[in-house]
C-alpha cells in the first residue's frame, strides 16, 4: 500500500522551490538597512517595511519569511503576526525584540511564531534562524504536498472500489420468482465497506439470499466480498450439479463449505465477515437462515403488525476453529416481510453523535410494511438521511427487503386426513394407528415401515407434549390433527387450544443420565425434516412437521 | 404391570415387557419396575417385545440405570428392536446403557 503511494507521488515535489525574499519589518531606519545589508550579502532578496500596517500591504506568496519587530507605532508586531498566520499559514515569522521584552516574544511563539532574536543582534544568528526556518517551512510544504497527492491516490482508490462494488459486490435483483417480491439499495461511503449481497434462484419455489459485510475498507474488503460472492456461486453450484444431488445443499452445509474454502486465505489476510444466508422456500413457509455475526434481520409479521429480530448463534467467517454453523428455521405466512441491512443504518449517526440504532430501525419497518419493499428500502434512506442531516456516511448503506406475496392458489395437497382427540395419554395410540394408516395408505414406495415408526414417535412426542404442557391439569380438551400429503411429502398438523409454547423454557438435553425427560423437542427436531411452531390470534396452537418422502430422496 | 423376571446365580432377568413403552405407561413402568428391583443391583432386561418407545420411555430406562448404579449394580439390555434403536441413539442411550445381542451375552457380561 505504502508502496503504491510513494510511486504516485511526482519526482519535481522532492525539491520544494521555496521564495528567498524576505520582509523585514522594524520601525528603526538604521535595524532595517544593518538586515539588509547583511542579507542581501548572503544572496538574499529582502523588502523593507517600517511598520506593521505597511508590511501587511507588501505580503504575498512571493515572501519567504518575515523578520518582525514586536513593538511599532502603526499595529505592532502581535498584531501583524496575528494577521500572517491567519493569510500566510505556511510563511515562517521571526520576531525582534530587546531583551526586556522576552516575555513577549515567547507569547508571539505561542501564537505562531517560529522563532525570535534580541537586539543587539549577532548577524550569523539571524542568518542561521532564516536558514533554519526556510529549511522548516520547505518540509511543511512537501508534507503538505504529499498529503495533496495521498488524498488523490486515496479518491482513486475508492473510485476503484466503487466500481467494484458495483460490479461485482452488488447483485441484480432476481427477475422472476413467483411469490417473493424483492428491493434494494445501497449507497456507498467514502470509504468503501465490503457489502455484498446476491440472489440464487435455487429451485422453482425457492431463493437463496446472502448478505455479508466484509470487515475493513477500500479495495481489499471489496475484493475480499466478491471473492466471497464468488465461492458461494461455486460451492452451490458445485454442491448440487456436481454432486448430482437431487435434494438441494442445506444453508447450513453451503456456509461450512464456503468457510473452509476461504479460511486459510481470510487467515492469512486477517479478515473476516459477517453473513446471513437465508432460504426462502415459498413451498413450505419456511425460511431457513444461517446468521454469522450480521446485524439482525427484521422478520414483519403480517398477521400481528408487529416485528421480530431473526438472531443467528454462529462467529463470523473467517474465525477459527468453527467447523459447523448452526441454520434456524423461521415459518412465515403471506405479506410477511424480510429486512436485511448493514451496520450503516443502525450506526448513521444524528448531530448530536447518537446512534439510529436498531430500536428506531425496528419501529420505522413496523410502520412502514404496507410499503412495496423498494419503496421501504428507499424511504428508509431518506429516514436515515433526515436522522443525521447528512447523505455521506462513514459507512455502506446496504438494505435489502424481500416480501413475500404469495398469490392464491389451489390447496397442493393430494390428499388430506383429520383426527380429533381429547387430552388423555391413552389417547396416544389412537394417534399413531392413525398415522400409520394414512402413510400406509400413501403406496407402497412412499414409506417403509422404519420410517412410519420415525413419524408416529413425532406424532407421540408432540401429542405428548400437547397434553402435558399445553393443557396442563386440564381435562377433555380437543386436539386436532390433520395431515396432508403430495408426492414429494407428508405434513401433519398438531392444533390445540391451550397455552403458548415458549421455546426459551425448554432446557437443553442432557445426555449423560443424570436427567429422565426433556428429550421430546430433541427427537422431534432430530427426525422431522421440518418443524415449525405458531400460534395465531385466536389461541390456537399450531405444530407442523414435514416428512419427505422416499420417492423424492 | 406384570413382568417376567427370573434370578440365574444373582442376575436378575426380566422380560415380557410391553409392547409399546410410551408416556401413557412410563411412570407405571418406573414405578413397577423399581418395586421388584429392591436388592437385586444386577439386572438384565430383555427388550425384544418392545416395538415402540418414545422419549417418556427412554425416561423411564434411564430412571432405572440410575436407580440400580445407585444400589452398585448395572443394567444391561438385549434384543433391541429397530426402531427403539434409532429411538435410544437419537439421545444417545447407548452411550449410557450396554445393549448386547442376547440374554447369554447380557448375562456373561456381568
Known sequence: MTKGFNEMISPEYHDEEIPSTILVVDDSRVVRTYLQSHLQKEGYVVSLAKDGKEALSMLSEDIGIVLLDLWMPEMDGMACLRHIRENYPDIPVIMITVSHEISNAVDAMKYGAFDYVTKPFNPNEILALVQQALKTRAQAQRLRRVEAELARARDHEISIATRIQQTLLLGGQPEELKGIKVGDLTIASKRIDGDFYDFFMVQDHCMDLIVGDVMGKGIPAALLGAAAKHHFMSVLYKLTRISGNTSLPRPEEIVLTVHDEMIGDMRELETFFTLCYARFDLYRKILSYVDCGHMRTIHFHSATNKCSLLQGVNMPLGFPGQDDFKEILIPFENGDHFFFYSDGLTEAKDTKDEFFGEERLLEFIQNNAHLEPQELCDITWKKIVDFSQSETFSDDFTCVAVKIDLPETEEKAEKSWKLETVNDLKELSRVRVFIQELCESLGQNAMDEERIKMVQIVATEITTNIIKHAYKGKKDKKILIEAMASDEEIVLYFYDWGIKFDFSTVPQPVFDGSKEDGFGLHIIAHTADYVRYSRDNTGKNCACVTFFLQRRA | ?110
Do not use: W, Y
Request: net charge neutral; proline share 2%.
Open chain 2, 1 to 110: 404391570m406384570k413382568f417376567n423376571t427370573e434370578d440365574i446365580d444373582g442376575i436378575f432377568i426380566i422380560s415380557d415387557l410391553p409392547k409399546i413403552l410410551d408416556a401413557s405407561n412410563a411412570i407405571e413402568f418406573k414405578t413397577d419396575i423399581a418395586k421388584i428391583l429392591e436388592n437385586r443391583p444386577k439386572v438384565v432386561i430383555d427388550m425384544s417385545t418392545v416395538a415402540f418407545i418414545d422419549s417418556a420411555g427412554c425416561g423411564a430406562m434411564i430412571a432405572t440405570l440410575r436407580m440400580l448404579k445407585g444400589m452398585g449394580g448395572a443394567l444391561k439390555i438385549f434384543a433391541v428392536q429397530k426402531q427403539v434403536r434409532s429411538v435410544f441413539e437419537l439421545v444417545r442411550m447407548h452411550k449410557i446403557i450396554d445393549i448386547l445381542n442376547t440374554r447369554e451375552e447380557a448375562v456373561d457380561s456381568f
